[in-house]
T-cell receptor
Framework: DAGITQSPRHKVTETGTPVTLRCHQTENHRYMYWYRQDPGHGLRLIHYSYGVKDTDKGEVSDGYSVSRSKTEDFLLTLESATSSQTSVYFC??????????????FGDGTRLSIL | DAKTTQPPSMDCAEGRAANLPCNHSTISGNEYVYWYRQIHSQGPQYIIHGLKNNETNEMASLIITEDRKSSTLILPHATLRDTAVYYCIVRVSASGATNKLIFGTGTLLAVQP
């Protein structure tokens, strides 16, 4: 299995509080991704990174920010959590991006509940 | 972006081959077909991918039609542990430096004892 660790694995918090989820990889892959998974929607891309300090928005980026200060860590922040952000969050990594057919490998997810 | 269509659910007897279909009629020439699966409460697991030739690995085989408008994932001897949601994905050929995946709702494969 790809060396991807997500933390925390579970979190319950209140509306309006900031939340940061961490994805840590030991594969030295350049590309990292954050998805959320909700019933009836499959997985949807929030943000992705194509290198240290290089990030871009995905399909559902509103209310989320990311940072990548080193290759191995990709952080997802909810500045002011809302109940609509209750979801399961998955981090993924891939070795290459454009022009590549390299697959993405996923972590085991963080289950976030916002009350 | 090419979209995929999969049946919402399928059953398969344990030990038999599971054949999961996927339609991707708008696929373009440089887009790959990927298959992932997700077992309950776990992250998606990569299975196999291909462009136009049939592919086989230790997990499965991928059969892509000659016109590339559909494909079939074959699990040769399904076990109870293969019960999962299977996603067929066409990789978006983005102009930026990424290989974004767009997941649909997949097929729930239930392997029966």
């Amino acid at each position: 299995d790809a060396g991807i660790t997500q933390s925390p694995r579970h979190k319950v918090t209140e509306t309006g509080t900031p939340v940061t989820l961490r994805c840590h990889q030991t594969e030295n892959h350049r590309y990292m991704y954050w998805y959320r998974q909700d019933p009836g929607h499959g997985l949807r891309l929030i943000h992705y990174s194509y290198g240290v300090k290089d990030t871009d928005k995905g399909e559902v980026s509103d209310g989320y920010s990311v940072s990548r200060s080193k290759t191995e860590d990709f952080l997802l922040t909810l500045e002011s959590a809302t109940s609509s952000q209750t979801s399961v969050y998955f981090c993924a990594i891939s070795e290459r991006g454009i022009g590549s057919n390299q697959p993405q490998h996923f972590g085991d997810g963080t289950r976030l509940s916002i009350l | 972006d090419a979209k995929t269509t999969q049946p919402p659910s399928m059953d398969c007897a344990e030990g038999r081959a599971a054949n999961l279909p996927c339609n991707h009629s708008t696929i373009s020439g440089n887009e790959y077909v990927y298959w992932y699966r997700q077992i309950h409460s776990q992250g998606p697991q990569y299975i196999i991918h291909g462009l136009k030739n049939n592919e086989t690995n230790e997990m499965a085989s991928l059969i892509i039609t000659e016109d590339r408008k559909s494909s079939t994932l074959i699990l040769p001897h399904a076990t109870l542990r293969d019960t999962a949601v299977y996603y067929c994905i066409v990789r978006v050929s983005a102009s930026g430096a990424t290989n974004k995946l767009i997941f649909g709702t997949g097929t729930l494969l239930a392997v029966q004892p």
